[in-house]
């Protein structure tokens, strides 16, 4: 970074705990991935291979080990894992991560009707070898999960064995924790975090006013995921109030009440000129 300013919030660093950016990867070159990591790479916490497309990537494990050699953990969609399940291959799936040398799994069950016991079951397994993600929230639009459900399901997880629950939003933001229109379902994002903490949760905010909508509730250590290769260093000055969204969340109110007018900044500029 440049020169510092007053009233930007602190960052973590990684390994971070929270604050974290979890990136969608739906098929990225190697020289994608390069200039990616190059770019951001500081401020990428975890990468996720998208849905199934780790199957089809040419050189998926070359870019895996680059993802890997850059510090962040990577996984295979939650999709992905279904597609397994579905047809009772779950040692197959265990086998293809161990080949990949991921050291992370996502387990889901947005596509398909997975009892919650038995994905926990999933969860356990997997955590004994694995860092595991798992996902809460239905991929399908119209499918509404009670708040009490969501909390429920959370905390199970997590005590089942995953190190974070993603809240489902898909790459096109507007299912899970969205209404159709994009917007948050607030009341139950609200009911959310009174029960669970935030920090346990990565919410996935692929659409820029979801990200800002986040930030602004929950401040810029707010764990975001679903955020696409280009908008990395985008989301990170929402996070530090440098983008219009959120301008004034760590402005002091005498500075947001300031008017800045071209008098104030010529007397400003001539008494720097004077001391220099």
Same mark, same amino acid.
Request: charged fraction near 30%; aromatic fraction near 4%.
């Given at each position: 970074m440049l020169e510092k300013l007053?009233?930007?919030? $602190?960052r973590s660093l990684?390994?971070?705990?929270q604050g974290l950016t979890m990136v969608m990867?739906?098929?990225l070159s190697l020289r994608?991935? $390069?200039?990616?990591?190059?770019?951001? &790479? $500081?401020?990428?916490?975890?990468?996720?291979?998208?849905f199934g497309t780790s199957m089809v990537t040419?050189?998926?494990k070359d870019k895996i080990a680059l993802y890997k050699d850059a510090g962040f953990k990577v996984y295979l969609g939650g999709t992905l894992f279904e597609a397994f399940i579905v047809r009772k291959k779950f040692d197959a799936y265990r086998k293809l991560i161990t080949d990949l040398k991921l050291d992370a799994a996502e387990v889901s069950d947005g596509s398909i009707i997975l009892p919650h016991d038995v994905k926990c079951d999933y969860i356990n397994r997997l955590a004994k070898d694995f860092t595991v993600l798992s996902e809460v929230g239905s991929k399908e639009a119209g499918i509404l999960i009670a708040p009490k459900m969501w909390i429920s399901m959370m905390q199970t997880e997590l005590q089942a064995g995953s190190w974070k629950v993603i809240a489902e939003a898909r790459e096109s933001g507007n299912v899970g924790?969205?209404?159709?229109?994009?917007? =948050?379902?607030v009341q139950l994002v609200n009911k959310i975090i009174d029960k669970v903490k935030s920090e346990n949760i990565i919410w996935e905010a692929p659409?820029? =006013? @979801? @990200? =800002?909508w986040f930030i602004k509730l929950l &401040? =810029? $250590?707010?764990?975001?995921g679903n955020i696409a290769p280009e908008e990395v260093i985008p989301l990170e000055t929402l996070r530090l109030g440098l983008r219009g969204d959120t301008f004034f969340s760590y402005l002091p109110d005498n500075l947001k009440k300031l008017k800045i007018t071209a008098e104030s900044t010529d007397a400003a500029a001539k008494k720097t000129k004077e001391k220099v």
């Open positions: 007053d009233f930007i919030p $602190e990684r390994p971070r705990k990867d739906k098929g994608q991935t $390069e200039d990616m990591i190059s770019v951001s &790479g $500081e401020l990428i916490d975890i990468v996720k291979l998208g040419p050189r998926v924790i969205y209404r159709p229109n994009g917007n =948050a379902h659409i820029k =006013a @979801q @990200q =800002a &401040g =810029a $250590e707010v764990n975001l």
